[in-house]
């Protein structure tokens, strides 16, 4: 069993706040970008600008926040760029890592490895960018893995949105244009002869088109006409 202790102010061991891994079978990672201005939600700051799209970005992440904190899962944030220790990441919550990796698709087979050697049978991925998620979306996520060894969540533009699995499956990851709308098709065809659960399709926030009809977000662009 892992242990993960943490410390306070003064630098001593805080046994009462010392995290245990794992304490569940299932493993949520969360890939998130740092949110830097003119770094994160750059297609949608063509449109929106940089300021708004960094507002939306941490707007998405309070929200995935929301909807992970509760699980019955052990979950771990894995950083982009750098661990923050002091951000919306609740240390008593979530344990925090760096991805590694030359792309998307090395990073997230790099993440899935690590959890999986610690011993967790079920493993899912999500982003930090998802609105239209809830928590009880994701507790399903996981009981979909107890009669398949899949799951996927098709996202509208040609991705997905969350990817599960009971055992590393190394082809996943490779052979991908990541970020093109070749992505979940590919990806399908590597499951087809695999029990795999599809989840409802949902859109992921990209673009301007994702956000503008959708009332929560138009307080980030009150001036914009479409």
């Avoid at 052990?74 to 792309?103: A, F």
Wanted: charged fraction near 25%; aromatic fraction near 10%.
């Amino acid at each position: 069993m892992a242990i993960l202790g943490l410390k306070d102010t003064a630098g001593n061991e805080n046994s009462k706040k010392a995290l245990h891994f794992p304490s569940s079978k299932n493993a949520l990672i969360i890939f998130t970008r740092n949110p830097e201005l003119g770094k994160c939600k750059t297609r949608l700051a063509t449109t929106v600008g940089d300021q708004n799209a960094l507002a939306i970005y941490k707007f998405l992440l309070a929200h995935t926040v929301k909807i992970t904190r509760n699980l019955s899962a052990d979950i771990y944030v894995y950083y982009s760029e750098q661990i923050r220790d002091t951000d919306s990441w609740d240390n008593s919550i979530y344990r925090k890592k760096q991805q590694h990796g030359e792309n998307l698709g090395i990073r997230m087979h790099n993440a899935f490895t690590e959890v999986f050697n610690m011993g967790y049978t079920r493993a899912i991925i999500i982003g930090s960018d998802m609105y239209d998620m809830t928590t009880q979306e994701v507790e399903d996520a996981f009981l979909r893995l107890e009669d398949n060894n899949f799951v996927i969540g098709l996202a509208k533009d040609g991705g997905y949105y969350l990817l599960g699995m009971k055992h590393l499956k190394p082809q996943l990851f490779k052979n991908k244009k990541w970020g093109t709308q070749r992505v979940l098709s590919d990806t399908l065809q590597d499951l087809e002869l695999e029990n795999t659960a599809i989840l409802a399709e949902k859109n992921d926030v990209d673009y301007y088109s994702d956000i503008k009809d959708i009332a929560v977000f138009k307080k980030f662009f009150p001036h914009m006409k479409d």
